[in-house]
Structure formats: C-alpha cells, structure tokens
C-alpha cells in the first residue's frame, strides 16, 4: 500500500470511530427503552397491574359514568397495605354543581365516612338550594400526602366539578412519600423524586417489579398497623428534613391550586383542625411528673403549672411541657394563652400526625394570591369547652366537628353560589337535623366509638399523656350506650335503614350499615340481598365483597364465598388468596364447622408456612376442640414467624391455666403484656390468675386497671358470655 493510500486508510479509520461511537452509545440507551416497552407491552396485553388513575370510565344501563378506581392505593403502598377510596359513581355532568372533597383520613371521614365532612355538607347544601341539584363526592383516602394529592387533582378532570375543596396537611412527615427518619436509598429516591416513582409506579412493568421485591417480605410486614405504621418517624422541631417537608408542602399546594384551575374549578383551600388538648405523641419529657399528676388530681393546677414552668425552663424545645402548661391554663380558667401553648406544644411534637401552624399559614397565605380560603383550624379555637365532643382523637372528628366543618364551609361558600345565580333558600340547618338526614343513630354512635376504643388501645395512641383520662372517658361512653342499646332498639334501627333504602337506592353508606346489621341478627339471606344490590352498582366495592363472601360461607357455599372474597382485595395483593382462606375458615369456625376451618388455614400454610396470623387462628381452633399440645404446638409457630404477637402468648396462658399451671399461666400472660401493655384479655387473665394463687393485692392492681380500660365491666356475668 502506497504512503497516500495510508493516509486515505487512516482518515477513513478516523472517521468511523465516532459513528461506532454514537452507535454503540445509542445502543447502550435504546436497548433497555426497547426492552422495557417490550415488557410493559406484554403486561398490558396479559392484564396485569392496575390502572394508574384515580377516576375509572365505565358504561352502566347504556350511559358513561365515572366511578373510583379500588386499586389505586397500590401505587403509592405496597400492595397488601394498600388503602383504597370511599366508593363513587357519578354520570355525566350535566347542570347540577358538582363539589369534590379531597384530602387524607380526616377528610375522609375516618372512621365512618358516612357520617363525615363530606355528606355532612351535602346534607347542608341539599337542605338550603331545594331547586338545585348538587352532588357532593368523596375522594379523600386514609394514609395519603400532599405529593398523591396532586396526582389525585389531575385525575379529578373527567369529573369536571365545579368546586374541589381541598384539606389536608396532617401526613406531610408519615405519608407514602413521607421523611424516614434512617431513610434508605429508596426512600430518599422516592421522597426527593415523587414524580419519577409515580411514573415508574404507574408503568405495569413498574407494579411487576415492585411485586416482586415486596413477595420477598414476610407475611408480618403485610399488615396494616394504622398510626404504628409509621412510629418511629421522630424529627428535631428545626430539623433540616422539616424545613425540606414544608417546602414540598407548599409545593404541591400551590400545584394542588393550579391543576384544579386548569379545568375549570374552583379550589378551596382549608386549613386544618387539631384536639387543641391532646397530648404530643413524642414530647421529649423524661422527667418523673408523679408529683405534678398528684397536684393535678387534687386541683392544685397553680402548683403543677410552676412544676412545668421550671421544666419547660430546663428544656425550652419540649413539647410535652408546653402541652402541661397549657392543661394547667385551661384548668385556672385562661384558655386564651391555654390554647397558644396547645398550639406550640403540636407545632414541636417529634411524631407528626398532625398539621402545624407554618402549613396552616401557607394555606391563610393562599387568600392573597385570589384563592378561596376557608380557615376551619380557627374554627374549632373557640370550641375549647369541649374538644372531646368534635374530635375522636389528635385530628379525626365525630359527626358533631363534621357538621361545624361542613357548615362553615357551606355558609363560606354562599357568595360563590350567589355568584352563579343561586340563593339559599334556608339557613344552615342545626346539627340535630342533619344528623338525623344521615340517619346517625345511638348504635352508629356505639360501632363507632368500640372502633375507637380499640384504636386507643394501640401505639402510638396508647403511649400519650394522660391515656387513662382520654380512653376512660371512651370506655364509660361505650359503657353507657351499651346499657341503653336494646335489641328492640336495633331492630327499630333496621326498620328504618330498610324503608330509607328504597327511598335513597343509590346511598351505599346506607346500604352497608344495613347489610351489617342484617349480618349481625344472623339474617344471611337478607344480607346477601342487599351485598349483591350494592355490588349490582359499585361491582368492586370491597367491603360488599367482602360481606357477601362471608355469607356465602356461612350459607354453606365455601369456594364461591373464597372466591368472591379474594375479590375484594387488591388486584394484585400477593396474598389475597391467603387472607380469604383465612376470612373463611374464622366464618366456618364461628359456626363450629372446625374440619373445614382447618382445612383451610392447612391449605394457605402449605403454600406459605411463615403466616403468623393462619397459625395463631388454627392454634385457637385447636383450644376450642381441647387439642391443647397441638395449639401450643400453633401458638409457638405463630411466634416463630411473628415474635412479639401477644395474643398468642395471650392464649399459651390460656391453655396453661386450663391445665392448672398457674405459674406458666402467669409467665405467659406477663409476655403478653409486655408486648402489649393494654391487651384487655391478658390483663383480664392476670386479675384471675393472681386472684387464685391468693395475691389479692396483685389482682386489684389488675383490676384498676381494667376499671378504666374494659367496657364490659359492669356487665351481668351472661352479657359477658354472650359477647
């Protein structure tokens, strides 16, 4: 080859080497593209995962309608814990207004949505615009944060509300994307990036994968634990990952603003309300308070009140002293400086359940930039009477503090309806009435307040100031509602629920309270009707599954009622066979079809032998069919897989006393409540078991303590076996 032959050869070289650079660069970016549209293409075309948005459009008798979509909590938790949407389906818009109410669990109306903010206003609004039609929607969720609230804003589109009333703030820390306190990887990637883990959520690709890596999880970490979810979130008040959380906090509200605006709405931005009197959840008071408890319990709060003043002296940051202080202001009658040290005393809580002032603020900050603000935090400032009558707890309000809610939004909103050519036809209506329209009873009251109660009874509840104050008053109101509630009271209550059913066939609240209480008076053949009528509109309504499949178990139809029964988990939830099987087998052992109970629990422990909860419900089988080695034998598996389960150590005592050995009894009802310090049956079970050894004093400790916890004491002996 000549000189210039080489030279011509080399710039030839030269040049290439870029192109095969650029090549091979796009190779190396579009292989894994093409891969993962290949895969996500197969896992469409195979039907898996989920649709990624919050309003489903579907065809019902020949007409659109919008309904809610059951499964999309699976894209912010993992998919045996996710929470699902109270249930909606609306048609078309046409010329009625149409208000959404987003937010989290106490927008939501947690714990009973049918009595919360949301049909408390539409009760309101009904009773005072007689010639407009209004619909009122629930699209609040237990557990959500502002960043799946600006996912659930842009899905409200297809709605085309006329209002979205938007109010949240207390799960900014705790929430899906929330700020752990030892965040790993993942979660900083996820709680930095919110977009982007929606986006790889949303992919079906995206929900196979992260099915994969929480099946590896065991069956103990798939469990819902509502506020012990998230405990041990713990932040400094001046933290750097709070100032981080109230930036994104704003962030997202002034996104939450902007995408409701973009198709036509109006937002509505509300600040949030707080138990002005509840204790922080972590304080940081470590002192001994003992001889401020005794001033307190003798009526020397001037006294208590300089106690806490040298504390909080001594620890200026801490919220529990703030909290005492404000206690002892409000018992020496000045609830003005009472209610700002409440306020201080939540804005410098460590464990963040609830709103704090600087959220609030940026929410009153929104009334300056044209945004409807509707200030409900202030509201409830001058309900300081009587906290506990409006709140269940820190933030959840009774039906009481949702009517107040929904009533101060009602009558804030009356200039917009004005606006739009609408007069209010009658004033707001007073609670009694529209208590009475949500067909609110003395036995909702007391379904209610048992969920509470047992609510109470877990951390991080049961660890705050002042528990036995709080949960005694719970416990005496259950006590007393019990003794006025009569069976001829609940059928009264279903005679009712059954005539306002075909007057309101389209009231799914309505419906479920009477399919369970048919359920509860043993009625199944009434109980089905009326699943299967709520199922003919809401097909995947997961507690109509849920009730309709225990029936047919009881009914005598077994697989159809598992079958139906995994259909009202999760799509998707790795274990909803398990959790069926496990539903039936406690049907078919209330019934005293044990075999079959048995067989059941079998089948799931032969395909995942680490389920705590199927051992723990065979061990009890096996204690009733006085099989004691074979139920020890369960109780021990059960801890095995899920160690500080204290209703098995619980029951090992149980069958120790059976077989008169008091001393294992004891030793096993002292694990108990050590991992559970206010399980009611253990502590019932150690009053007993002191009692016969002869340790009187032992047992009346015990049994104080029970006084205030039990709400079956005071009951006859045959009410007690009856329950």
Known sequence: MTENNSREAGKI?????????????????LAPVVVLMVAEAFFRAVGYGIEPRFVLRDESNGRTVFRD???????????????SPVPFVVG???????VVVIGESAAMGDPAPAYGMAPALASILKHRYTNQAIEVINAAMTAIDSSVLAHIARDLAPLKPDLVLVYMGNNEIVGPFGFSSKPSTSELLFSENIRFASWARSLRFGQWYRDQWHARKPPSEQTWRGLGQFAGREFEPNSVTLRRAHERYRRNLGEIVKVIRSYGAVPVVCTMASRLNWPPFAGAGHKDVSVADAMEANGEWRGAYYLYRQMLDENPDSAEWRYRLGRSLMAMGEPAEAIKLYKQSRDLDRLRFRVDSKMNRMVRDLAEQSVLMIDIETLFDSYWVEPHRFFWDHVHLTPDGNFLAAAKIARELESWFEGRGMKADAPVPGIDQTLQDLLYTELDRLNVSTVMHGRMLQSPLSEVSHHREIVGALTEQIRALRSQITPAFAEKVRE????????????????????????QMGDDDKTRSIYERILQTWPRHRGALQ????????SGRIEEGIATLEQAEIKGARRAFAVAKIEASSVLAEIGQYDKAVSLLDDVLARESGYAQAWYNRGIIMNRLEKFSEAEENFN????????????FNNLGVIALKQERRDDAEHFFLLAVKNDSLLISALRNLAMVNMLKGDWEESLRYSRKLSYLDPEIGESSDARKNQ
Do not use: C
Request: no cysteine.
């Open 637 to 648: 598996s059960a801890l095995r897989y899920q160690p500080g389960m204290a209703s098995a």
């Open 92 to 98: 078309e818009k046409s010329n009625q207004v149409r």
């Open 69 to 83: 979509n059951p499964d999309i909590g699976k894209l912010w938790f993992a998919p045996d814990l996710a929470r």
């Open 547 to 554: 009730g309709l499949g225990r029936s047919l178990v009881r």
């Open 13 to 29: 070289l030269i040049h290439t080497r870029p192109i095969k650079l650029l090549f091979r660069l796009a190779l190396f970016i």
């Open 496 to 519: 009712i629920l059954t005539e306002e059913s075909q007057r309101r066939p389209n009231d799914h609240h309505l419906l479920m309270r009477l399919a369970k209480l048919h359920e």
